[in-house]
């Protein structure tokens, strides 16, 4: 046990010096670095964090000097998973129909694929903070939901008594990460509640985005802290190959999944 954690201690030191020499790193490249999952990067970031010697972002770390200078950090990502979460954003918008009320919850990957709607008529009614400072056609309108404000994602009561008075026809969520027995993970565990609202006032489908870095095996988890199985018909959008290993696990638990593809 005591070589076990000395090992520890020592990764995370060898982390903490790889942000501060570079900046800025993603989950995604720490855990191909070290060949560890992300699940164990997420923790080991937790630590560094907790002891205030990084600060975190959407997808990663920032180092404490880059924070001072910009406290309102953009997300960081590798260049995969942006690839990745392109291809889905433009598959998912292919799926919303002219004249569409639809409800989005704190994911970018989501939130990013009204980019692409072209002339659609769509009403959008969204916790995502994010969607403040960016740029949409003028035929999407987005309305914000209220509540408390945590990482630029709205939570809380009013969140959730905004939902219930209206109705969508049909709802795009994302995740932190997922796994083939359908279960998903959320950085903000009171988001779960704001989901389970927006899918009660959906009267369409239900679509979730995922890409692949956000796959993992199920023994990789050691809690289910943050985790949801939603109960309910759902098609799962992600960018693995269709004869890949991941959709096989998936499909072999009833998953009902998409495969979005990069546009030749």
């Given amino acids: 046990m005591k070589n076990k954690q000395t090992s520890v201690e020592q990764r995370r030191a060898d982390i903490l010096s790889l942000v501060l020499s570079k900046g800025r790193i993603s989950v995604d490249d720490i855990a ?4 560890i999952s992300a699940m164990t990067v997420r923790r080991d970031l937790q630590s560094l964090v907790s002891e205030k010697l990084l600060k975190r972002t959407h997808g990663g ?3 404490p000097n880059l ?8 997300p960081f990502f ?3 998973a942006l690839k990745a979460r392109g291809v889905i954003s433009r598959f998912a918008a292919s799926l919303i129909d002219d004249g569409d009320r639809i409800f989005i919850n ?3 990957t989501a939130l990013d694929m009204l980019k692409y709607v072209d002339e659609k008529n769509v009403s959008v009614f969204t916790n995502n903070g994010w969607a403040i400072n960016e740029s949409y056609p003028k035929n999407v309108k987005i309305c914000l939901s209220g509540g408390e404000i945590r990482n630029r994602i709205m939570t809380g009561e009013m969140v959730v008594k905004n939902l219930l008075d209206l109705r969508a026809d049909k709802t795009f969520l994302g995740c932190a990460a997922f796994f083939e ?3 998903f993970l959320y950085n903000i565990p009171t988001e779960i509640g704001i ?3 927006m899918i009660s006032r959906t009267k369409g489908n239900l679509y979730i985005l995922a890409d692949h870095t956000k796959f993992h095996s199920r023994g990789v988890a050691e809690s289910s802290y943050g985790g949801c199985i939603y109960d309910c018909p759902y098609t799962l959008i992600t960018d693995v190959a269709e004869d890949s290993d991941i959709a096989k696990k998936l499909r072999a638990h009833g998953i009902n999944v998409m495969f979005a593809k990069e546009e030749t």
């Fill in 61 to 63: 770390v920032i180092a």
């Fill in 181 to 183: 027995n359908g279960e």
């Fill in 106 to 108: 704190g994911s970018r």
């Fill in 67 to 74: 924070v001072e200078e910009n406290s309102d950090t953009t």
């Fill in 195 to 197: 989901n389970e609202a």
């Fill in 78 to 80: 590798s260049d995969e």
């Fill in 32 to 35: 191909k670095q070290y060949e």
